[in-house]
DNA sequence: CTGAAAGCGCTTACAG
DNA sequence: CTGAAAGCGCTTACAG
C-alpha cells in the first residue's frame, strides 16, 4: 500500500496536523520543518489520497461537462475553453458522454450527486420534466451550455445569439445583391431560432421567404448529407430562381452542394451557398464555404465563469449571456451579377 | 445540507450497516427492514457519498483515459468503445485532455494517484524517460492505447497491425496494375510502422520505394492539407511516371488532392490516391476516398477488456493485441488502363 | 438477520 | 509554530 499522511509524519517526528498543514500550504509553519516534511514525502514517495480529502473538506474541486454526443464537433472546443479556466481555478472537469440520450443525462446527474460534483455543465437535447424536475433537487449549481432552458427552471445559459447570426448572415447576402434567398432549416432548437432569424429578416425586408426543413438533427455528416441533399432538391423544384441558400450548419451545406453537382449546377457561379458554425473541413477548397463562425472556445470559458461565480457566490443568479458571431467570407458565396438581378427582376415585373 | 447514512438509520429505526448492506445489496435482510429503508432513502432524498464510499471501500471504480488530443477524430470512437465495456462492468471513465502535451499527461498521472483510480488507458506521444519512471511507481494497471511502449517498460497495448494493413492496402493497389505506387509518410510511430510496411512490399515485389516524409504529425486537417500539399508536389518532381499514391492518412490524402486539382490533374483518371483512417468527410463526393478502416470501437472495447483482466487479475501480463484493418473501396483509386501500364513498362524497359 | 465498533486518510477548529 | 482530538460518511469484520 501507498504511504498515508501518517507515515510521513512519523517519518519526520511531526503530527500529522502538521504534515496537512505544509502540503495545504499554510504559512505559519517553520521553514525547517516544512522542509523536514518534503524530504519526507519525497522518500516515502507519498501522494494524498483525494478521495479522503474530498470527504473531510466537503468538496471534490470537480465541474461535470455533459457532452451531448462524444462526436459533436462542437465539443471540443468548448470544453477547451471550459477547461482551461476551471483549471486555472483548481477544478477538474469530468465528462459525460450523453449519446444524445435523455437517460445517460439522467444517470450523470445521479452520479454526480453521489460523486458529490461541485457545478455542472449541461447541454440537454431535450428539457423533459424529469430532466427538470432532478435539477430542482440536485442542488449542484448547474450551468447550461448552448441550450435554452424554460425561464422556470431558474438554470441559467450560454448560448450564441443564433437569431442575431442569422439575421447577420442574410444582411451580408442582401448585401452581394441576393433578394431569393432559401433557408434549410436544422430541425432543433437552434435550428428554430436561425430560422426565426431569417423569417424575421425577409418579412422586414420585403422578400420572400423560402425555408425548408430537414428531417433530422443532422449532427452527423452523413445524415446532413442526405437531409441537406433532398432540401436543396426541393428547393430548386419549389423555388427555382433561388439565387441563394442560407443552410443551417455546414454539414447541410455540403449537402446541398452534393445536390447542386450533381444537378450540373455550380457554385457560387449559378448559385450561392453559405452554412453555419465553420467546421474545419468547409474550408477546403470543393466547398471553400463561406460560414457564421461562433466562438466556440469563448463559449465554453464563458460558461465555467458563470458557473465559478455561482459557486463561489460572487453571483448567485448570473443573467444569461448571448455571444456574438462572425461571418468567414469564402468564395462560395458571391455578388449576384447585375444582370442575373434585373433578369430576375424582369421576370417577377413582367 | 444532504442526508446521509445516519440519518436513514435513525429515521427508519435501524443501524447504519443495516443501511448500508440494504445499499450494498446484501441479500441476507428481512425484506421488511429493506423495505422501511428504501421507503426512508426516498422520503430523505438520500443519495450515498461517493466519496466516502471510496475511502472506505479502497478503490473507485474509475479509469482514467487520457485523449491525445480532444480534436483527434479517432478518440470518440475509441472512447466509446471502452465505455461501454467499462460501464457494463460497473466502471467509469474519467477523461484527460493531453492537447499534445507530455507534461499534461504527467499531471494527469500524478492526479490519477491522487484520486486513486484504478487503472488507467494512455495514447501518449512519445516515451519519455520521466514518463516511463512514474508509470513504474504508479502501482495503477496500465494499458496503453493505439501507441507501442518500449518493451522493457512492461505496459501492453492494443493497436491496429498497421504493418499488415499497410502491405494489404499496397497489395490492393497492385492488384490494380499498379506498379509505380508513392507514398506520404506521417512523421509519427504510426506513419514508421505504416512505411515500414510500404517499403517491404516494394522489396519484396521488387517495386521502387517512393516514399516522401511530411514534417508535422498532420492530425489537424488545415497541417495535413498543407503537408500531403507539399508532398504531392515533391512526388510530381521526382517520381512524374506514379500512377497511385498511398497517403498516411485520409487528411494527407485530400492535401495530395488539393496539390492534384491545381496542377489540372483528376482523380483517379490521371492518378489514384488512396489514404488511411476512414474520416467521415473521405466520402463525400468530392474524394471518394478509398481508404484503411480501422475499427476503432473495437480497438477501445479491447483496451477496456485487456485492463479489466489485468485489475481483477485473470490475466497479470496479457499479451499485446493487434487488430486487423479492412480497404475500404471506393472511388478514388482505380485500375490502371492496360495501356498505361504498358506505357509505363515500356518506358522503363526501353 | 442485526448492531456496535473500528477504520479508511484526510482536515480543522481548539488549545497552547 | 505545533499537537491532540473530533469529524467527514461510509464499509466491514466481529459478535450475537
Given at each position: 500500500?501507498s504511504?498515508t499522511?501518517?507515515?510521513?509524519?512519523?517519518?519526520?517526528?511531526?503530527s500529522?496536523s502538521?504534515?496537512?498543514?505544509?502540503?495545504?500550504?499554510?504559512?505559519?509553519?517553520?521553514?525547517?520543518?516544512?522542509?523536514?516534511?518534503?524530504?519526507?514525502?519525497?522518500?516515502?514517495?507519498?501522494?494524498?489520497?483525494?478521495?479522503?480529502?474530498?470527504?473531510?473538506?466537503?468538496?471534490?474541486?470537480?465541474?461535470?461537462?455533459?457532452?451531448?454526443?462524444?462526436?459533436?464537433?462542437?465539443?471540443?472546443?468548448?470544453?477547451a475553453?471550459?477547461?482551461?479556466?476551471?483549471?486555472?481555478?483548481?477544478?477538474?472537469?469530468?465528462?459525460?458522454n450523453?449519446?444524445?440520450?435523455?437517460?445517460?443525462?439522467?444517470?450523470?446527474?445521479?452520479?454526480?450527486?453521489?460523486?458529490?460534483?461541485?457545478?455542472?455543465?449541461?447541454?440537454?437535447?431535450?428539457?423533459?420534466?424529469?430532466?427538470?424536475?432532478?435539477?430542482?433537487?440536485?442542488?449542484?449549481p448547474?450551468?447550461s451550455?448552448?441550450?435554452?432552458?424554460?425561464?422556470?427552471?431558474?438554470?441559467?445559459?450560454?448560448?450564441?445569439?443564433?437569431?442575431?447570426?442569422?439575421?447577420?448572415?442574410?444582411?451580408?447576402?442582401?448585401?452581394?445583391g441576393?433578394?431569393?434567398i432559401?433557408?434549410?432549416?436544422?430541425?432543433?432548437?437552434?435550428?428554430?431560432?436561425?430560422?426565426?432569424?431569417?423569417?424575421?429578416?425577409?418579412?422586414?425586408r420585403?422578400?420572400?421567404a423560402?425555408?425548408?426543413?430537414?428531417?433530422?438533427?443532422?449532427?452527423?455528416?452523413?445524415?446532413?448529407?442526405?437531409?441537406?441533399?433532398?432540401?436543396?432538391?426541393?428547393?430548386?423544384?419549389?423555388?427555382?430562381?433561388?439565387?441563394?441558400?442560407?443552410?443551417?450548419?455546414?454539414?447541410?451545406?455540403?449537402?446541398?452542394?452534393?445536390y447542386?453537382?450533381?444537378?450540373?449546377?455550380s457554385?457560387?457561379?449559378?448559385?450561392?451557398?453559405?452554412?453555419?458554425n465553420?467546421?474545419?473541413?468547409?474550408?477546403?477548397?470543393?466547398?471553400?464555404l463561406?460560414?457564421?463562425?461562433?466562438?466556440?472556445t469563448?463559449?465554453?470559458?464563458?460558461?465555467?465563469?458563470?458557473?465559478?461565480?455561482?459557486?463561489?457566490?460572487?453571483?448567485?443568479?448570473?443573467?444569461?449571456?448571448?455571444?456574438?458571431?462572425?461571418?468567414?467570407?469564402?468564395?462560395?458565396?458571391?455578388?449576384?451579377?447585375?444582370?442575373?438581378?434585373?433578369?430576375?427582376?424582369?421576370?417577377?415585373?413582367?
Open positions: 500500500m504511504a499522511i501518517r507515515d510521513v509524519a512519523k517519518y519526520c517526528g511531526v500529522v502538521t504534515v496537512s498543514r505544509v502540503l495545504n500550504g499554510y504559512t505559519d509553519i517553520s521553514e525547517e520543518t516544512a522542509n523536514r516534511v518534503f524530504a519526507a514525502i519525497r522518500t516515502l514517495d507519498y501522494v494524498p489520497n483525494d478521495t479522503a480529502r474530498m470527504l473531510s473538506k466537503k468538496n471534490t474541486r470537480i465541474i461535470g461537462l455533459t457532452i451531448p454526443d462524444i462526436k459533436d464537433p462542437f465539443f471540443s472546443e468548448n470544453a475553453g471550459a477547461e482551461k479556466l476551471l483549471q486555472e481555478n483548481g477544478y477538474q472537469i469530468f465528462y459525460g450523453m449519446e444524445r440520450s435523455g437517460e445517460k443525462l439522467l444517470k450523470f446527474l445521479q452520479q454526480a450527486r453521489q460523486m458529490r460534483f461541485d457545478g455542472l455543465i449541461i447541454t440537454p437535447d431535450e428539457w423533459s420534466e424529469e430532466l427538470l424536475d432532478t435539477l430542482q433537487r440536485i442542488s449542484i448547474v450551468v451550455l448552448r441550450r435554452r432552458p424554460p425561464q422556470s427552471s431558474g438554470v441559467p445559459f450560454v448560448d450564441n445569439d443564433h437569431y442575431r447570426s442569422a439575421m447577420e448572415m442574410m444582411a451580408y447576402l442582401t448585401g452581394l441576393h433578394m431569393k432559401a433557408h434549410i432549416m436544422l430541425p432543433t432548437c437552434i435550428g428554430e431560432i436561425r430560422r426565426e432569424g431569417y423569417r424575421d429578416f425577409c418579412r422586414i420585403g422578400i420572400e423560402r425555408d425548408v426543413r430537414v428531417d433530422l438533427p443532422a449532427n452527423k455528416l452523413d445524415q446532413a448529407k442526405e437531409n441537406g441533399y433532398e432540401a436543396m432538391k426541393i428547393i430548386r423544384e419549389k423555388y427555382p430562381d433561388t439565387t441563394a441558400v442560407f443552410a443551417g450548419t455546414d454539414q447541410l451545406a455540403i449537402g446541398a452542394m452534393i447542386l453537382r450533381e444537378a450540373g449546377l457554385v457560387p457561379a449559378d448559385i450561392s451557398v453559405v452554412g453555419a465553420d467546421m474545419d473541413y468547409s474550408s477546403l477548397p470543393w466547398f471553400d463561406t460560414t457564421i463562425s461562433l466562438n466556440r469563448e463559449m465554453g470559458r464563458a460558461a465555467a465563469q458563470m458557473l465559478l461565480d455561482i459557486i463561489e457566490n460572487r453571483r448567485p443568479h448570473p443573467e444569461n449571456l448571448l455571444l456574438g458571431s462572425t461571418i468567414v467570407e469564402r468564395g462560395s458565396a458571391v455578388r449576384l451579377l447585375s444582370g442575373e438581378a434585373e433578369g430576375n427582376k424582369d421576370g417577377k415585373a413582367v
